[in-house]
């Protein structure tokens, strides 16, 4: 009995320590009287966790606040540098690493190439060798290394830290944990890409205050990320927010799924080329600008023919965010979002479309489901993955 | 001070009280003993706020449970007849009636038929006229009369008691509750169809142990109400599930929302007797069986026809199923939810199409995301938002 009490009076301690770290985050910088009066703790309860918090090195005193009457007050924030996070972005052709501290500042921010061929196992070789470098680089103690989280650009289970089905990537059943066995006593998280995205917008990017919102993700495939009453919306399998295989055209073309016009067969990268490829052979656009090698155009290369001009290039994108409009109207007519942001390769572009894009849903989507929709681009850009599965392991920290 | 305490004090013995009523009412008979363990409240705090139910009338002494060692326990229950709520489902042809006591038993369940041409005022004229005539038959003790529940088929603003838009019934921002004058002490709700379809069903019907579904009613319009995490979704402005104006077909009809190729213009009712009625004309389906006058097609000469083994009118059914299953796999690509159940005048025709539905969705929707959900009729049926509207007060009183 009295171990069973010591236990619970411990987990009760790392509770209250948990939500006063929270609210010192929330407010930046936070008097321990604010504090008591936010939590409800008695003026000396409070300040005792404070004391253990100033203690562990979490926190630190930053300044003197403003007086409420009496003797102003001295401030409390999180101590930049004390505590630490990975993240990691894997991609068909890139990896990205983040180190970021329990600020959410940035400390470094690194972006390998990889060939496409690579094996899993290598990748997690290649992932390892620099986790350990960028350790070793910052002299960080590994017992202030929250987590690292993984961003995977497919399904994955987060419970079970494993990818089920990546098709870009060529994995199928493989366990991230299982084979990031260098520093085998972090902490490891799993997450889609578009949901590692929403979780870098719902932190510090442009849904910070927002409860119900959609991350959409254009790239070589489409994907979102769900946030429902404030939190990753996972459904019954955790394989949510599909959007790149909603049906957009019935009589389409082949989707990699197997089915017929999924979204992904219009609007994803990979779908841009094939038509740019196309129109070029058929003689309908002459060439993309300068591009005197079919085989050479890429998505960045439409993009930036339809920036110098080129028409054909252009109505390419243009026809490309009509199908992604028609799909967002879709989701506005069901989720009725607060808001809806449009991430990675689409940024590149979306001075373009992105007006012609909002047109679309405004005429497409029902009037009462659309009147309020803000519809933008992320502002964290190609990084919102990487930046998202950082914060994995700082909102469990955190309690969040 | 003092009164802001008795205050507090009063709101937790209210609290208190609904905990323990909800308590009962899900284990449905229930010792004072296990009312306490479960609350982790004493015993006797426990027996306190079951007298003051027992007095209030609420709950009764049912019988003697088993002996877990000692006396046998005197059981509580819910007491039938005690409190009331009435549910009203308004649609295009029809009002249903139901009245409900707080263990959920149905107490009477009526159908009037109305015109389609009757305005507001004179609906809401009616409805008041019945309401009274029920509460006289019973002998009712408004006191005792929870609340009206009320279903509309359109989209309404829960909150503030509205109907913001229904167009099947003409009606642009009408205000039920004004409009209910005739008991002005009793608490009104509104709640759309498909909504109050979903609350039944979550209730008293086949999703009771499920947090995310989807109830799709398919009548002259298509709707959903999507249950998130054992709560109606409600996004940001009360507008969700609207899947009859999702695009299935962009190259289709004109729907009456002004887009082209909507759900609703492909499986509604209405559209399937557009559909029957073009085919007797074209001469491809030679007549209904023995429908004579074309214009006495409907939904359910049409069902009848393809009972009886007209395969026009079968063929009419499946393509109908087909665009819905179209519809409902880009749902659980998006939302992965647990249970699909299919509503109103479906039920009528489900021998016919939901096995062709299912094999849609299982072909179309993303394997990982399918692979566990349930597609079935609503067993309720018809009944379902009549129904789950007059559950809508028991809720509140609940605290669910």
């Not at 719902?202 to 959609?214: A, K, M, R, Y």
């Not at 089915?259 to 196309?278: H, I």
């Not at 994108?317 to 989701?331: E, W």
């Amino acid at each position: 009995m009295t171990k069973r009490m010591a236990g619970n009076n411990r987990f009760l301690k790392e509770f209250n320590q948990t939500v006063i770290l929270d609210m010192i985050r929330v407010h930046k910088a936070i008097s321990r009287a604010e504090l008591s009066k936010l939590t409800g703790l008695s003026p000396t309860a409070a300040g005792v966790i404070v004391n253990e918090l100033l203690e562990m090195g979490y926190i630190t005193e930053s300044g003197i606040g403003e007086s409420k009457g009496g003797r102003r007050p001295v401030l409390i924030e999180l101590r930049p540098g004390s505590l630490y996070s990975i993240g990691i972005d894997m991609d068909v052709n890139y990896i990205s690493l983040v180190l970021m501290d329990s600020t959410s500042r940035i400390i470094e921010e690194k972006m390998l190439a990889m060939p496409r061929t690579l094996i899993f196992e290598k990748v997690m070789k290649v992932i390892q060798h620099e986790v350990k470098n960028t350790i070793n680089k910052y002299y960080l103690d590994t017992d202030r290394l929250l987590g690292i989280g993984f961003s995977v650009p497919g399904m994955v289970d987060s419970r079970e830290c494993k990818v089920i089905f990546a098709p870009n990537m060529g994995w199928e059943n493989v366990d991230i944990k299982q084979h990031f066995t260098e520093l085998p006593d972090i902490k490891v998280y799993v997450e889609n890409e578009a949901m590692a995205s929403a979780i870098g917008e719902n932190w510090i990017g442009c849904c910070q205050e927002i409860s119900n919102f959609v991350c959409v993700n254009i790239k070589s495939g489409v994907g979102s990320g769900i946030f429902i009453n404030g939190k990753p919306y996972r459904g019954a399998n955790g394989i949510t927010g599909e959007i790149g295989h909603m049906v957009v055209d019935p009589n389409g073309l082949k989707c990699r799924c197997g089915n017929y016009g999924c979204l992904e067969t219009k609007t994803s990268s990979s779908y841009m080329v094939e038509q740019a490829k196309k129109l070029v052979k058929e003689g309908i656009a002459s060439k993309l600008n300068d591009i005197e090698d079919i085989e050479e155009i890429t998505a960045k290369s439409i993009i930036d023919s339809a920036k110098a001009g080129d028409e054909a290039a252009r109505n390419i994108l243009l026809d490309a965010a009509r199908f992604l409009g028609l799909a967002i109207s879709n989701i506005v007519n069901i989720l009725n979002p607060q808001k809806i942001v449009l991430g990675k390769e689409f940024i590149n572009y979306s001075d373009i479309v992105l007006d012609h894009l909002k047109e679309i849903v405004m005429l497409k989507a029902l009037r009462q489901s659309s009147k309020d929709i803000e519809i933008t681009e992320s502002m964290l850009g190609e990084r919102a993955s990487a930046l998202g599965s950082a914060i994995i392991p700082l909102k469990v920290f955190f309690g969040k």
